[in-house]
T-cell receptor, first 114, second 111 residues
């Protein structure tokens, strides 16, 4: 595709509900990143995939957060038993290769937990 | 862990004036990237600096990487209303692909 796409763009969840956020990276991009951006803050790293391998998940805030990229393209970030503090914009980014490449960001999913 | 700080947090600029925003890392970086995020938008890559002391220019924007590879700056000349947005620096450490973003400088331009 022309760019990174994410769905849904907006999600309202009740506290305790599970949510799944989807990221379609640019075709052929090896690396995929998930970030969490709270209002007025910079993006914070959550996790990184190289193809289907999750090489770094050090930024996931708790075991309620889980990400996968089973076929090395589309990725899903799942949040179980959502809490109000999970409210944020979740950004996905992809880059052509591993290493020091430019990251191309998607539009983000704005999650509001009530 | 690695921390990246940006100052100022807010920058109110008169149209036509110059300003500089600064980025400081707690650790030595392998490279640093700058992104711009318009209100309601997502970060868009501007540039990457790799070498110690490197200076790159993009039209009215001048980016610099410090000699110690722990700090960077973005200087904008003759600010225009199109420069409105938040400018983030993001540093990559010696190992891994993880980018650590600063808190951003929010730029408002007064016409």
């Amino acid at each position: 595709g022309a760019g990174v796409s994410q769905s849904p763009r907006y999600k309202v969840a009740k506290r305790g509900q599970d949510v799944a956020l989807r990221c379609d990276p640019i075709s052929g991009h090896v690396s995929l990143f998930w970030y969490q951006q709270a209002l007025g803050q910079g993006p914070e790293f959550l996790t990184y995939f190289q193809n289907e391998a999750q090489l770094d998940k050090s930024g996931l805030p708790s075991d309620r957060f889980f990400a996968e990229r089973p076929e090395g393209s589309v990725s899903t970030l799942k949040i179980q038993r959502t809490q109000q503090e999970d409210s944020a914009v979740y950004l996905c980014a992809s880059s052509l290769q591993a290493g020091t490449e430019t990251q191309y960001f998607g539009p983000g999913t704005r999650l509001l937990v009530l | 862990g690695q921390q990246v700080m940006q100052i100022p947090q807010y920058q109110h600029v008169q149209e036509g004036e110059d300003f500089t925003t600064y980025c400081n890392s707690s650790t030595t970086l392998s490279n640093i990237q700058w992104y711009k995020q318009r209100p309601g938008g997502h970060p868009v890559f501007l540039i990457q600096l790799v070498k110690s002391g490197e200076v790159k220019k993009q039209k009215r924007l001048t980016f610099q990487f410090g000699e110690a590879k722990k700090n960077s700056s973005l200087h904008i000349t003759a600010t225009q209303t199109t420069d409105v947005g938040t400018y983030f620096c993001a540093g990559r450490g010696a190992a891994g692909n993880k980018l650590t973003f600063g808190g951003g400088t929010r730029v408002l331009v007064k016409p």
